[in-house]
């Protein structure tokens, strides 16, 4: 590292509880994550959450570029009922841990009811989906392992670039960053 990527991390450090890390070189995050951080309940790793068009607003805890790839942590807030489509990963599992309200989770052919304290895991290459139900806010601790590019795809929806796309450039997109859709999401079928 250069002595003045040191110095600006060291300061950076010293002023952590005050400041966002938005727009911080992905060295400068990398070595501060090596010493540690605080993601405060209700906050964004770097002040600024990724709101999706199905309604979720995702709090990233853990970002890609923390762990070079290696893992990526957000919370997902949902207020409206239903997920995401059927999908899976080529290389990434993912685990739901439920923080309140009350989720539908499909993992292969089987789907699980998990409620607050519930983890749930689904293996890469396995179809899997979830789903808020009920009345309320809902929250949940999601986690990809690797990370793979799945954070990079949800600051593109984000954006709003995958609204104007075909259903085919849209799964095409998906299939850029790890992933494929091959089905109607969980919220669209009766709990087995």
């Given at each position: ?5 040191f ?10 509880p ?9 060295e400068i995050?990398?070595?501060?994550a090596?010493?540690?951080f ?7 790793r770097?002040e ?16 890609t ?10 919370e ?6 239903g997920?995401p489509?059927l999908h899976?990963?080529?290389?990434q599992?993912?685990?739901w841990?439920?923080?309140e309200?009350?989720f539908l ?14 983890t ?5 290459k ?5 789903a808020?139900r ?15 590019k799945?954070?990079e ?13 075909s259903p085919e450039?849209q799964?095409?997109v ?11 999401g ?7």
């Open positions: 590292m250069k002595r003045n990527s110095f600006k991390a060291i300061g950076l450090l010293v002023t952590m005050f400041i966002s890390l938005k727009g911080f070189s992905a995050i990398q070595l501060i090596k010493m540690g605080l993601v405060r309940a209700g906050r964004d770097f600024k959450p990724i709101t999706l068009f199905e309604g979720d607003t995702f709090y990233t805890k853990v970002s570029k923390d762990t070079n790839g290696d893992l990526y942590v957000f997902s807030t949902r207020i409206k009922n997920g489509s899976f990963h080529y290389d599992d993912e685990i841990y439920i923080l309200g009350e989770i499909k993992v292969g052919d089987i789907t699980y009811e998990a409620k607050a304290g519930d749930v895991f689904g293996p890469r396995i179809p899997h989906s979830f808020k009920g009345d309320g806010q809902a929250r949940v601790m999601i986690t990809f392992q690797p990370a793979g799945m954070e795809f949800f600051i593109k929806v984000s954006q709003g670039k995958l609204k104007e796309l450039q799964q095409a998906r299939k850029e960053h790890g992933f494929e859709a091959v089905g109607a969980v919220g669209y079928m009766k709990k087995l």
